[in-house]
């Protein structure tokens, strides 16, 4: 059969359900380079062709794999080496369900976090089967490792089971759900400036610039440059044993308020960082989001190996807040009060969040190629924390 090569816009030809087999490699492209007016184009054909309603988050790839059922006849399979992460993300959802719900799931391997298969980005990857038939009882295999036709391991899961899990592969049945430390803290991301180079001050910067210290917060350092896990503090909860620098934040004052060292640097920054796309957004540009000091923080993304953990509970002991390079861990009601009537307490429950097993966090976020691992708020507050929640109800 002679070969036929067509060079264009996949998403804008004229499906023809004529093929046996799909093998598809689609273009990486996040839903950052896909123009506004292209993904509502894109979530239009979806919606009028197959009736699914996909995210704006979803990359081009997802968009690719679901109009790749218009070109496939009866009984026709689908081979499609694409990144895993919608495997375990919100706007995965509408891939998921067409998975379970259009078409026939075959199997799903997944190549090692460590093993980037794409040279140009850091993803992890996934080679995914499905037959255009209806959907039936079958289980759909799992595999793992580096070879696919040696699959370090395998595991056959349950259409019913992936219809209800919000994460693939959904965890093993029978398992015990514990607590969870969303039910001890309040989770949240250090704040987002808009502009770390313009609102990030050194302690060189702030004494040369003349900037009061009512318009400064202590702030750390991300978690590369700092080399603690516990954070030290003077009389005043500046930082002592890392990076001292100050966030630039007159959220609450009056223009009135402003001293001259305060009007010129605003100046400086209302033509650069004040056009940027976050600080525009703001009714005042310069205004900050707010955060109180907690003692309890988490790197959110990270690598570790098989026994480490790929993120870093750290404790501060400073009254200094963090950007969103950080998740911000505040006790609820019984924990607060434990703390606040026993001394060194903090310490402890540093310790048991430090010692929550790498397998645990990792279960509960996403990987990314290259071993790196992300936690989001929610997916932190998921995670099971069985030790503290006993030691919690020792002590009330």
């Known amino acids: 059969m002679p070969v036929r090569s067509v060079h264009g816009d996949f998403t804008k030809a004229t499906p023809d359900a004529v093929y046996d087999v799909v ?26 062709t197959l009736g699914i309603r996909i995210s704006g988050l979803a990359g081009l790839y997802c968009h ?5 059922y218009l070109w496939m006849k009866p009984g026709a399979v689908g081979a499609w080496l694409i990144p895993s992460e919608w495997m375990t993300v919100n706007y995965g959802s509408a891939l998921r369900d067409f998975l379970t719900r259009k078409v026939k799931l075959l199997r799903i391997h997944r190549f090692d976090a460590e093993d980037v298969r794409f ?31 040696n699959p370090e391991r395998e595991r056959q899961v349950r259409i019913a089971d992936l219809h209800a899990a919000q994460k693939w592969p959904p965890q093993r049945a029978g398992r015990r759900v514990g607590s969870r430390l969303g039910e001890h803290f309040v989770i949240r991301r250090g704040i987002a400036t808009g502009d770390n180079g313009y609102f990030v001050l050194s302690e060189a910067d702030v004494q040369r610039m003349r900037i009061p210290m009512r318009f400064l917060k202590p702030m750390l350092p991300s ?18 044993n ?8 007159c959220t609450g004052h009056s223009e009135g308020e402003f001293p001259d060292s305060v009007r010129k640097y605003l100046e400086v920054g209302a033509c650069t960082t004040g056009k940027k796309k976050l600080c525009s957004s703001r009714n005042v540009w310069y205004e900050q989001e707010q955060r109180q000091p907690t003692q309890f923080l988490c790197s959110y993304m990270g690598r570790g190996d098989g026994t480490s953990s ?12 963090v950007a969103n390079s950080f998740l911000m861990l505040y006790p609820k009601a019984e924990l607060k009060d434990i703390l606040s009537s026993n001394d060194g307490c903090e310490e402890e429950v540093w310790r048991m969040l430090a010692n929550i097993p790498s397998a645990d966090i990792k279960a509960c976020g996403r990987s990314y190629g290259g071993g790196l691992y992300k936690v989001e708020p929610k997916e932190l507050a998921n995670v099971p924390c069985d030790a503290l929640s006993d030691w919690i109800h020792a002590h009330v």
């Open 242 to 249: 890392a990076r001292r620098q100050f966030l630039f934040d």
């Open 119 to 149: 040279s140009d980005a850091l993803v992890s990857s996934c080679v995914v089967w499905f037959e255009n038939a209806p959907p039936c009882d079958e289980p759909v295999r799992f595999t793992f490792g580096a070879d696919i036709e």
């Open 223 to 240: 978690p590369r440059y700092l080399t603690v896990d516990r954070v030290t503090a003077d009389g005043k909860g500046v930082p002592t």
């Open 64 to 68: 690719f794999m679901l109009l790749s």
């Open 23 to 48: 093998f598809s490699n689609p273009p990486y492209v996040r839903h950052h380079a896909i123009g506004s007016n292209e993904k509502v184009r894109l979530q239009n054909l979806l919606q009028d």
């Open 310 to 321: 790929p993120v870093r509970f750290i404790l501060n002991d400073s009254k200094a807040i």
